[in-house]
DNA sequence: CATTTAGCGGAACATTTCGTCCGTTTAACC
DNA sequence: GGTTAAACGGACGAAATGTTCCGCTAAATG
């Protein structure tokens, strides 16, 4: 997140007044109102009525939100925050390598809420702040995959684009509601077996790298944009 | 049959005159129309650019289904005699149970776009029919699953729902466009190491039964249907 | 406490989508 | 071919949603 600037440079001419102490909160109250009522209504949950649940005016939300895509390009980046703050927490265990995917995996199903909307609701944001994001996230993974060879708890042939494709799969997946989380954490106990086993070692193509995810996402961004009509949730 | 000649029944007051044979061709055509639409545009393309796209008027696309969730209702339908049509080529190969499995995976994954939108946009149709037709589908992939044991291709602890599970991620994730293909394949190559391979065995929970499924979707339904809402897609 | 103005709320207006209704078309039947 | 009614098309009013605008509130400042 941009950390809204201290007192803003400091021009001379109008001396800028700090920002109301409201605003800020307003803010994050209208994400997390975004986040609920979508995921108990629907993505095309009435702007209103997040305004609604979030205790705030029309007014409000589309100034510090122009449209729905801002909102949901906020919900994408705090999405990220939320990751890499995952990631950081799980480097400082210094586990094993395989038990530090689980981790991830694990943690990353706990705030599902979190992230099954803004994460691939749409095309996925561009910015360069989002691009730098999606990059930390492949590398601090593949860090704990590299040290999982080294310790013989991974094997060779799966790199981090795989563990996000899953990762990507287990989150986003349709809510089942609360009885999902069993379903998805025996997915990730197969996909960790896979991780450790000797089975068929040989994956089909070349590994895919950040690039070629970038490039694909690009490609999607530039679909969507050319077309005529709304296309929001894909 | 008793003499007398074919013709629906036969009410003898007034007789029912033959269907139009442009009648169903529109319905089929509506049914594609409405895939591709939402495919491009969205789940929530208006209706009136689906009726456009089949070359029909909204009034005949409003007479076949009188809402939206109607046409919804019908593309899910149509999915699982899909899928059951599919189960069925697979078990005429008579094939090892591995192999049947990850025929069934691809071959999800090749029709994918019949069944990302029907299947999981919404809570799940919960009429006879439907319920009928998800236990079918359990029942033959548990059969699969049971050879695959017989001849050691197929690991014991994983069952039919697990795979169903798997099937929706892989189908319902989103979509990163025609690139979208060699990670999916990936994921079920190591889905399928998962199965053969003899990593850890114990997975975490009781095995989830069909009818552990189908409760969970009835909740699902329930919890919706009160909302107050419009509460479309998930 | 008075002043200032960023920020707020929500009515009002614009736009999109829904769903119906009815005159017209066209396939089935004789 | 002529008759019949099922099926069609698309204009239309109703409803929902998006977006703007401006008078008012209250937080910051001195």
Known sequence: MTGTNERTGGSPASRPRRPRRDAEANRERLLAAAVSAMLREGRNVPLAAIAAEAGVGVGTLYRKYPDRQALMHALEHRAY?????VLEE???????????IG???????????????????APPLMTAE???????????????????RSDGTIRAGVNAT???VFTTLITQSPP???DWRLPADRQIAIFLGALAGDGPADLPGPEITPDDVEDAFAAQAARTACGPGPSRSG
């Open 81 to 85: 925050d939320l990751l890499i703050r």
């Open 130 to 148: 989002a691009v730098r994001a999606r990059r930390t996230i492949n590398r601090m993974l593949d860090a704990f995959l590299a040290r999982g």
């Open 176 to 178: 089942y509601g609360p």
């Open 90 to 100: 799980i480097e400082e265990l210094e586990c094993p390598g395989r038990r530090a």
């Open 103 to 121: 981790e991830y995996l694990t943690r990353c199903l706990e705030v599902r809420d979190h992230l099954v909307l803004p994460l691939r609701g």
């Open 162 to 164: 795989d563990v996000i």
